[in-house]
Nanobody
Framework: QVQLVESGGGLVQTGGSLRLSCAAS????????MGWFRQAPGKEREFVAA????????NYADSVQGRFTISRDNARSTVYLQINSLKPEDTAVYYC?????????????????WGQGTQVTVST
């Protein structure tokens, strides 16, 4: 079992930045690929970014490429999502997820473990 707890969300103005954190617990948490997903009101949950357990292999949605940076610190069992140049369309609940690399990056997949989500609201 892997437990995931997100933090760092909040209200920010357009153009601002946030850093989301996802603390993982469980004996094998560092062995999993980790991903960030988001769900805006009235929309389906969508993939944002993922990082392999090795910390080097990463994948991003086209809509966030160049603005979002995912990273992980296996010593702290924590994954981060640095969000820059925020736009109103980035407003959503952001979820952390853990699974195999294919489990977090394959379109339409449903990763094995999920956090409870953290709200990001971008004001105009």
């Amino acid at each position: 079992q892997v437990q995931l707890v997100e933090s760092g969300g909040g209200l920010v103005q357009t153009g601002g930045s946030l850093r989301l954190s996802c603390a993982a617990s469980g004996r094998t948490a560092s062995n999993y690929a980790m991903g960030w997903f988001r769900q805006a009101p009235g929309k389906e949950r969508e993939f944002v970014a993922a990082v392999h357990w090795n910390g080097f292999t990463k994948n991003y949605a086209d809509s966030v490429q160049g603005r979002f940076t995912i990273s992980r610190d296996n010593a702290r069992s924590t994954v981060y999502l640095q969000i820059n140049s925020l736009k109103p369309e980035d407003t959503a609940v952001y979820y952390c997820a853990a699974d195999t690399w294919l489990g977090v990056t394959t379109k339409g997949s449903h990763p094995l473990y999920w956090g409870q989500g953290t709200q990001v609201t971008v004001s105009t």
